[in-house]
């Protein structure tokens, strides 16, 4: 779709009275301190692309990328602008118009072919296994990576042995009577990162009555594509998405990844409007979407039996895509709190971005290093065990602060709790 | 001096990491929060952040010596354009020097650099039960320095006036690079008349006499505790005569607020659920004190503005505070949303009228609404007669722009007509300079001789206030 008549480029940009908002709750802002990373600024330049008073050049594209997408000053925003999507909308214009300049075969190719994604990922384990990746950064190798990813290595953990997929059947009945049918969009991340998270999602939906169906020819949400300006890639992701989750007749489309519930949510999907989405089907498929957290709180109404066990500290990191493109605060920490012998103490902060942002670590690491030290400090003063989350992303950045700050406690999903604490239940029975 | 060697110079004087020069982002630099900005965006030659009294005693001497202008900034929330180089100039970006340099509690003071943020001084304020009072509705993002520049004051003016009556001294580097102390040079004493009163002079002159570097702040005991009374009016004269049947009670609220029907309108139609009721007027008290004050003053508000009131609710618990205070609140923000394809424009804002005029003003700005065929809503600070305007427009479309300046122009006629002020409280900048000679006459020439004393060259802000 032409960028010109996006609806919040055509309709959002002339709100914009520069209060300043934005400014004093955006966590660049807070480490850049100049006007050309404010939110308002974004609005600004924005604006002054689409009005052609600057080229679509790199150099446009290098300040509007000073962001971590992650709608503090959206949901600030007084006039209500969506400043997050007008600034996709500006990176996905310029990359359009300098395919040059776009990180194609990444975005277009490896991204949105799940056996590509994943044969890589293999070959990373592989690399990691044999000390390759040493013997790369050794030679100097590493200083070839685009960006800031020579740095950033370290990020990305020790990858597990098997991915999620390659562990859970794609049928999983339910245990006992059947109550939901469930569509579990297994995302990218979980899949090949964080497997255990997904293992622990199916195993506390099958024990609470659902049949978990995780179609394997789902794909990417579209989510990194939107950040970095691929958005017609996004817009095909979503429609294929959309037409085979749409196939089955699901109760629920869950996932346990705020980026992919905050993609496929209907507010993204009128985002990503146009082209081979078709509204409808989109409309009635993310109707269906429902974070996991927000599903076995408020849905299943889960409930466990006390035992007794060891106390455990917990403290909880609201992700982006969760607390701000979603609303959903409340219903992880009750999900903690459910769970026996387990005290929740709050960060301060707790709904401030840790950094990761999806690739942002990956491209802008000296950055996204300082936001993260702020929310490390914060989360050390609890004296948790444990920093839960509903977001591979953060979860991959929360645990390199851990490294980082040598600090002994674990990142983990709320569900992984509640997947251990059945265990527990059916050893002590 | 051409602009590359200006640029060059700067980044030689304070290090490249303190300046900015690439044109792209200059333009970051071109807007404050005023329609002019967004109408005609300008850029400076250069934009510095300086980090101490020095650094900026280094430019100012570089740019008095080749006579290039110098614009002081601080958040860019301003309405003026007081912060835009008009005709290029170096601007000095003053809102990441923000610390604290001192709280001195036992002398009720604090010592601040001009970039803390309003709330962040009040938040460290707080730990000692200390506050500085002046509540600007951008507290969240304005400096103390952008306060100082422009005597901002907010929604407790009532009872705790402007920011200049908390000033005790500056330190102010002049055009020349020279550093003055005002208040004393040494003083830390709360009562002081000894000499001309620069300080009383420095604050509310927009940076056209130099750059305040320092700013030493008297703050007062934190209120313990407060209420909130929301009256509701079915005559708009009786909203005005409420406010002064209180006065004459012998009680000074904190803060007393208005909404006319078009703010009551914008409100519901923005949020449904706050349901404020359809009204000519809404007033909303706030008194703070000490508890059995609050509760006493609370009393005599019920009592008095009840006779006029069709309605009047009166709270000291937090929940229902918030939700009587939540109209008052989203009123900027609703203004925006009442026309989809509309935005509210920072344009004729802020004039202040005689407490006796108010219920006046509020008719006539709207019958100006009518006769350019603009939806207009009103609000603002009823206790000291500051009327806040919102023309709602869609800014891309040049006839609307071309009929709400001349909107904006009636109101700014309209304020000096009823003996009041084109600013109450958001300042001159470019936008109101153009009314000075009638607001003031005569004294714009000793106005503009006092600034030759400090400016002799005329570098410092040019284009603003007179």
């Known amino acids: 779709m032409d960028f010109k008549q996006l609806p919040p480029v055509k309709e959002q940009i002339m709100k914009c009275v520069r209060c300043g908002k934005c400014r004093s709750v955006c966590p660049i802002f807070a480490e850049v301190g100049n006007e050309t990373v404010a939110p308002r600024g974004h609005v600004f330049m924005v604006g002054m692309l689409r009005d052609g008073k600057v080229e679509p050049s790199l150099e446009v594209v290098e300040r509007l990328t000073n962001c971590l997408m992650c709608e503090t000053c959206s949901i600030n925003c007084p006039s209500g602008i969506d400043i997050h999507e007008l600034n996709a909308a500006a990176r996905s214009y310029i990359y359009d118009k300098n395919p040059s300049l776009s990180r194609g075969f990444v975005f277009d190719t490896l991204w949105t072919k799940p056996g590509m994604l994943k044969k890589s990922t293999r070959m990373m384990y592989t690399a990691q296994k044999l000390g390759l990746q040493s013997l790369a950064r050794n030679l100097g190798m590493m200083r070839i990576l685009p960006g800031d990813l020579a740095k950033a290595e370290g990020i990305l953990d020790a990858l597990p042995r098997r991915t999620a997929r390659s562990v859970l059947a794609e049928v999983n009945p339910a245990k006992g009577a059947k109550q939901y049918t469930i569509g579990y969009f297994l995302g990218c991340a979980t899949d090949l990162i964080n497997p255990s998270v997904a293992i622990a999602a199916v195993d506390v939906l099958t024990r609470n009555g659902c049949e978990v169906i995780i179609p394997s020819a789902a794909k990417c949400c579209g989510l990194p594509h939107i950040a970095n300006g691929k958005m017609e890639t996004a817009r095909e992701l979503a429609a294929h998405n959309v037409k085979l989750f749409n196939k089955y007749n699901f109760d629920y489309i869950i996932t346990d990844c705020a980026s992919c519930s905050s993609a496929l949510s209907l507010k993204n999907m009128e985002f990503l409007a146009g082209g081979p989405l078709n509204p409808e089907e989109a409309q009635a498929f993310a109707a269906k979407v429902m974070d996991l957290t927000q599903f076995l709180a408020e849905k299943l109404e889960l409930t466990l039996p006390p035992l007794s066990v060891e106390p455990i500290k917990v403290t909880y990191h609201d992700p982006c895509h969760l607390a701000n493109a979603q609303g959903i605060k409340q219903a992880p920490r009750d999900l903690l709190k459910l769970i026996p012998g387990l005290e929740l103490v709050e960060m301060d902060l707790a709904n401030r971005c840790c950094g990761g942002s999806g690739t942002f670590a990956l491209t802008h690491y000296d950055l996204s290093m300082k936001v993260l030290d702020k929310k490390m400090a914060s989360a050390m003063a609890t004296g948790a065990q444990y920093i839960a989350t509903c977001c591979p992303s953060c979860t991959m950045q929360l645990r390199y602060g851990i490294k980082r700050h040598n600090w002994d406690a674990k990142v983990i999903h709320p569900v992984e709790l509640i997947s251990l604490y059945y265990q527990k239940m059916a050893k002590s029975a | ?466």
């Open chain 2, 1 to 466: 001096m051409d602009i590359a060697a200006i640029k060059k110079e700067l980044r030689s004087i304070l290090g490249a990491e303190k300046v900015l020069t690439e044109d792209l982002d200059l333009m970051y630099y071109s807007y404050d929060s005023s329609f002019l900005t967004k109408l005609e965006p300008k850029n400076p030659y250069a934009v510095v952040f300086p980090k101490s009294t020095e650094d900026v005693q280094k430019v100012m001497r570089f740019a008095y010596q080749n006579d290039i202008p110098i614009i002081p900034r601080g958040a860019g929330t301003g309405e003026t354009g007081g912060c835009i180089a008009m005709d290029g100039g170096i601007v000095f970006d003053l809102s990441t020097w923000d610390d604290i340099v001192e709280i001195d509690a036992p002398n009720m003071q604090v010592i601040v650099r001009p970039g803390i943020i309003h709330a962040k001084l009040n938040e460290q304020l707080a730990q000692q039960n200390l506050f500085f009072p002046p509540d600007p509705g951008s507290s969240q993002m304005c400096t103390v320095g952008g306060m100082v520049a422009n005597n901002a004051s907010g929604l407790r003016a009532v009872k705790y006036g402007c920011t200049e009556q908390y000033i005790l001294g500056l330190e102010v580097v002049l055009p020349n690079g020279e550093v003055i102390m005002t208040g004393g040079m040494k003083a830390k004493c709360i009562k002081n008349v000894s000499g001309l009163n620069l300080t009383k002079l420095m604050v509310g002159s927009e940076g056209v006499l130099g750059i305040v570097t320092q700013i030493r702040l008297r703050v007062w005991p934190k209120p313990k505790a407060r209420g909130i009374a929301m009256a509701v009016f079915d005559r708009l004269d009786d909203a005005p005569a409420a406010v002064l049947d209180t006065y004459q009670a012998g009680i000074l609220p904190s803060g007393i607020e208005i909404l006319d029907s078009s703010a009551i309108e914008a409100v519901n139609g923005f949020k449904p659920e706050i349901n404020l009721p359809e009204a000519e007027a809404i007033l909303l008290f706030e008194v703070d004190g000490n508890p059995p004050s609050v509760d006493y003053e609370g009393q005599v508000i019920k009592e008095v503005v009840g006779k006029r009131a069709r309605t009047i609710e009166w709270s000291t618990e937090p929940q229902r505070m918030a939700q009587l205070w939540e109209g008052r609140s989203i009123t900027a923000t609703a203004a925006a949303r009442v026309r989809k394809d509309g935005s509210r424009i920072f344009a004729g804002e802020d004039i202040s009228v005689p407490l006796s005029r108010v219920a006046d003003t509020l008719r006539a700005i709207r019958a100006l609404g009518d006769k350019y065929g603009i939806k207009v809503v009103n609000y603002g600070h009823i206790g000291d007669g500051n009327v806040h305007t919102a023309p709602v427009i869609n800014p891309e479309i040049p006839e609307e722009v071309e009929r709400v300046m001349k909107l904006v122009d009636e109101i700014h006629l309209l304020a000096i007509e009823l003996q009041g002020s084109t600013t109450g409280e958001h300042g001159v900048g470019a936008v109101r300079r153009p009314y000075a000679p009638l607001e003031h006459g005569k004294a714009v020439e000793y106005m503009q001789g006092v600034k030759k004393v400090f400016d002799d060259k005329g570098i410092m802000n040019p284009g603003k206030l007179f």
